[in-house]
């Protein structure tokens, strides 16, 4: 399956962003999705993941409560709606697809969209 993640740009904190990452050549249902984000100097860090249903959706700890994770699998679409943003949000966005078990851990994602830059100002 590949993947195409849109929608960074720069924002004051406080606000709002959606993300997208549009999923082609394969059945998009069959796969858990998730968000991941990664600063300069930083490792990579899981941000959110949502089941091959949309029922079961979980969340890092850093962004619970601001950020939400959706599907659409009429359009082979999932999105990241990302609220009351902060600087520490700061960071490229990867979408990334898996076929077993909804999971944080990046080796659990054997299929990467390329990065979409988030920048929160202060």
């Known amino acids: 399956v590949q993947l195409q993640a849109s929608g960074g740009g720069l924002v004051q904190a406080g606000g709002s962003l959606r993300l997208s990452c549009a999923a082609s050549?394969?059945?998009?249902?069959?796969?858990?999705m998730g968000w991941f984000r990664q600063a300069p100097g930083r490792q990579r860090e899981f941000v959110a993941a949502i089941s091959q249903s949309g029922g079961i959706t979980i969340y890092a700890d850093s962004v619970k409560g601001r950020f939400t994770i959706s599907r659409d699998n009429a359009n082979d679409t999932v999105y990241l709606q990302m609220n009351s943003l902060k600087p520490e949000d700061t960071a490229a966005y990867y979408c990334?697809?898996?076929?077993?078990?909804?999971?944080?851990?990046?080796?659990?994602?054997?299929?990467w969209g390329q990065g979409t830059q988030v920048t929160v100002s202060s």
């Open positions: 050549g394969r059945t998009f249902s069959r796969y858990f």
């Open positions: 990334a697809a898996g076929a077993v078990v909804v999971t944080r851990a990046p080796a659990g994602y054997p299929y």
